[in-house]
């Protein structure tokens, strides 16, 4: 019996190998940062909406027909995306006018309209459909084939490397006085030094009034590195990352490490260690560690970035941005402030409160009233924008203080900042401005009924060592105040600059 190619069924899989690429690609080129298991969750979206497209277009065109046009609008919607980022990034008005929406949009409009009259008239959807198949599998694979060599050639023995620091026993005295600690990080809050450089902006009326509510500040409070990833590792095992830097491969950009050396920190570690209920509220930090008792409003942020990256590049409509993303973040922010606002003790064990929220961190969402606020995302720099929420930054925190010293007056507070604002640093030509800008945090803490010696100047390694010896009893040494610089354009974490002489002039 004589069997016929042209005949042989072929399976329709392009559309939904189509619909994972955009996540894959953002995946390969920000992947010492995200992990596989962090692209899981939309990869799984991706296909699930494009197989319920596929579906419905199945209700009007046979199979081969409603994959191919499904295929056509999201090559279209990948084409047009990275098309839109790329004229948006030029300064010409002639460009700018090119890729607004309105004029990229209709071209690509047009594109789709002659595209379907063509897959809807055509007979050679077979061919066409093994066609697709190819490419798509071939585009995947290509993807897959760069993913893997990234992790070959930059795998680290993570658990190796830190089962030393993970084993580290914990310093347990016997303590009469546990109070609950709540700990606020309002994420690249600048300091007085950076906002007056920057923005003519004076601190001094919120420094007051923390004052006013007895909380102590050094003169100058300083981050031990300019990136959140590295500032979270160091401050929450209130260590410098040497260690880790001098046996790494320096070309490795493999960012698990440090990520890995924040979910099992040993500040979290003290807190179990000494009875403490752990709750992790609005947490970029995925604290993996097992000594968290409960998760609330902790939306990944290493996923938030993965989502905010797929929208500003595949669906940059305001619309999407709005609902997608500035929504989004809002409801995260919204939860946190209204758990530290509703908070009630349980009283049957201390408790540790670590809330961090992304604030005055963008997006900017926030006027300095805290009403929404109406920014574009795809700026570069928005100084404006960042000044509004900033502000809105220290009107809440000091609701949040307030209220918690009213339903909870006994316990602590930290409030600090894991580094500056950095959206005008140049990486590239590092001035001295931009150390300031990297490094130039607040810090303040609330000690009630305790002698507090800050330090002039403050680091924040040293943060929680100055509570634990407080509090816990502990003879931590207090750590000499180092500043290390990591450039992030060319993703090299184990490549570490120590600035602490330079900036130490510039303060």
């Not at 995200?34 to 799984?44: C, K, R, S």
């Not at 300064?91 to 594109?111: E, R």
């Not at 040993?266 to 998760?295: H, L, Q």
């Not at 307030?402 to 590239?428: L, M, N």
Request: glycine content about 4%; overall charge negative.
């Amino acid at each position: 019996m004589n069997i016929s190619f042209s005949k042989k069924k072929s399976f329709i899989i392009h559309p939904f190998l189509f619909a994972c690429f955009p996540v894959l690609f953002l995946l390969s080129i920000n992947s010492g940062e995200i992990t596989a298991q962090d692209a899981f969750i939309p990869i799984v979206i991706s296909a699930s909406i494009s197989f319920v497209f596929w579906i419905i277009l199945r209700c009007f065109l046979d199979g081969k027909k409603a994959g191919l046009l499904l295929s056509l609008f999201i090559l279209l919607f990948i084409i047009y995306g990275n098309v839109h980022n790329i004229l948006q990034s030029n300064s010409s008005d002639a460009i700018q006018f090119l890729s607004s929406n309105p004029v990229l949009g209709t071209v690509f409009l047009a594109i789709g309209i002659l595209g379907t009259i063509f897959f809807v008239k055509t007979k050679v959807t077979t061919e066409l459909n093994r066609i697709f198949n190819i490419v798509a599998i071939s585009m995947i694979a290509v993807l897959i084939f760069s993913l893997m060599f990234y992790y070959a050639s930059n795998w680290t023995d993570v658990d190796s490397i830190l089962s030393d620091f993970v084993e580290e026993p914990i310093i347990i005295n016997n303590v009469e006085e546990k109070p609950d600690v709540f700990v606020l990080i309002i994420d690249e809050f600048a300091g007085e030094k950076q906002l007056k450089m920057d923005f003519n902006y004076d601190l001094t009326p919120f420094n007051k009034e923390l004052e006013k509510r007895d909380f102590f500040m050094p003169d100058v409070s300083l981050a031990n590195y300019p990136h959140s990833f590295l500032s979270f590792a160091s401050t929450l095992n209130m260590s410098y990352l040497d260690s880790f830097v001098e046996d790494a491969d320096p070309n490795s950009k493999d960012m698990r490490l440090f990520i890995r050396f924040s979910d099992q920190n040993k500040v979290f570690r003290t807190f179990d260690s000494y009875g403490y209920k752990i709750t992790a509220v609005g947490s970029s930090v995925g604290y993996t560690g097992g000594n968290v008792d409960e998760y609330l409003c902790t939306y990944s942020d290493r996923i938030f970035e993965l989502r905010k990256n797929l929208v500003l590049t595949y669906l940059p409509v305001t619309i999407f941005n709005e609902h997608l993303l500035s929504q989004f973040h809002r409801d995260k922010l919204e939860c946190s402030f209204s758990y530290i606002e509703n908070y009630e003790s349980d009283g049957k064990r201390p408790h540790f409160v670590h809330t961090h929220l992304l604030l005055p961190h963008g997006p900017f969402i926030y006027d300095s009233e805290g009403n929404n606020a109406e920014r574009d995302p795809n700026l570069k720099v928005d100084k404006e924008g960042y000044l509004g929420q900033l502000k809105f930054a220290e009107k809440k925190s000091l609701e949040l203080i307030d209220s918690i010293q009213k339903r909870s007056p006994e316990s602590v507070i930290i409030i600090y900042s894991d580094h500056g604002y950095r959206q005008e640093i140049d990486q590239a030509n590092l001035t001295d401005e931009d150390l300031i800008r990297g490094f130039n945090v607040i810090s303040a803490v609330y000690f009630p009924d305790k002698d507090t010696d800050l330090p002039e100047k403050l680091s924040l390694v040293n943060l929680y060592r100055i509570f634990f010896n407080t509090y816990f009893d502990t003879d931590y040494e207090i750590l000499e105040d180092r500043q290390i610089w990591y450039n992030n354009i060319i993703p090299t974490p184990y490549v570490h600059i120590d600035v602490t002489d330079k900036l130490n002039s510039l303060i």
